[in-house]
């Protein structure tokens, strides 16, 4: 059998670099050389720069200083100083601005002799002020055209309909109406009834108030204070009591105007406060009376204004 050759495999070669690399900067030849760019055979531009360059210095020669002595100065003092600032003053821009800044002492301007303080530094008003116009300093100053200004004085202020008229209102501290049951007068009215009452007669002292010396409490004071906190008309009919009953919670209605509300649907609950009644009235025996007392005090009052000659109004005669 024949003899089979080897198989030989080639190694190939690495492939070679495309890009052309920089040949590296040579050092200098000395280090005293100037500083200087030079362009080499390569096309490379090389900057060299000077190192170490040479210095020349020249000492000053000065003379022995006796250290021991104290320095003096002196300043000029032919010169006063004019402004206050001139001790810290630095720089001579200051010095040059001289002519432009107003002395204490200078009193050139026509103003000046007015009479009119201009202040410490004599500050000048350069606005041209007209002659014919009024001072507002002094004098009735003139309305601005462009605001009105009114004030209006409520004589009759907001009265709150269902206190006045019943003694009790829903809302309470928090009605924002008036809360008051008394009506005013004007003050020619007054003079007039005044004038009235007086006429012809002596005027004399009156007592408007004393102590109770025997001590004991008056029972016309005490009625007035609770009718105060219990309504003089009911408050479903706003008319005066008939037949006033009171309900548990210390309510007073009329015995028809209770009864109605109570077969009415949603009539169970009190008109004033809303709690359940239960359908429980029991009669305002206290109440009658207090209001029947009420009726002749106001009788005998209205008598008694009669007499003195004082009008009586249609509303208190009914």
Same mark, same amino acid.
């Given at each position: ?34 500083? $200087?760019? +030079? ?11 000077? !190192? /170490?360059? #040479? *210095?020349? @210095? ?64 004599? $500050?000048? +008003? ?11 300093? !002094? /004098?009735? #100053? *003139?309305? @601005? ?174």
């Amino acid at each position: 059998m024949a003899d089979v050759a080897p198989v030989l495999f080639k190694k190939r070669a690495g492939k070679g670099a495309a890009s052309r690399k920089r040949p590296a900067t040579p050092p200098p030849d000395s280090a005293s050389d100037s500083e $200087y760019s +030079s362009e080499e055979e390569n096309g490379v531009r090389v900057k060299r720069r000077k !190192v /170490g360059g #040479v *210095k020349v @210095t020249a000492a000053v020669n000065r003379g022995p200083q006796d250290l021991s002595k104290s320095t003096a100065f002196t300043g000029d003092r032919s010169a006063t100083i004019k402004y206050s600032d001139d001790a810290t003053k630095t720089s001579h821009w200051q010095e040059l601005d001289e002519s432009a800044r107003p002395t204490s002492d200078s009193k050139t301007s026509t103003e000046g002799n007015t009479g009119s303080y201009k202040g410490a530094a004599n $500050y000048q +008003s350069y606005i041209q002020k007209n002659p014919d116009t009024l001072s507002k300093s !002094v /004098g009735p #100053v *003139k309305a @601005t055209t462009n605001i009105r200004t009114i004030t209006v004085t409520d004589f009759a202020p907001d009265v709150c309909k269902d206190y006045k008229q019943t003694g009790f209102c829903g809302f309470g501290d928090s009605c924002k109406f008036l809360h008051a049951r008394e009506d005013y007068k004007q003050g020619w009215q007054l003079d007039k009834e005044w004038e009235s009452v007086t006429k012809g007669k002596k005027l004399e002292g009156t007592v408007v108030g004393g102590a109770n010396k025997n001590g004991k409490p008056n029972d016309e004071d005490d009625e007035e204070s609770m009718l105060d906190n219990i309504p003089f008309a009911c408050i479903i009919c706003r008319e005066p009591y008939k037949n006033p009953v009171v309900t548990k919670c210390k309510h007073y209605f009329c015995e028809a105007c209770a009864l109605k509300r109570h077969r009415s649907k949603g009539g169970k609950a009190c008109a004033a406060c809303g709690t359940d009644t239960g359908g429980t009235f029991s009669v305002a025996k206290n109440l009658r009376k207090l209001l029947d007392k009420k009726r002749e005090r106001e009788k005998r009052l209205k008598e008694k204004a009669r007499e003195a000659g004082e009008e009586v109004s249609s509303d208190e005669e009914e």
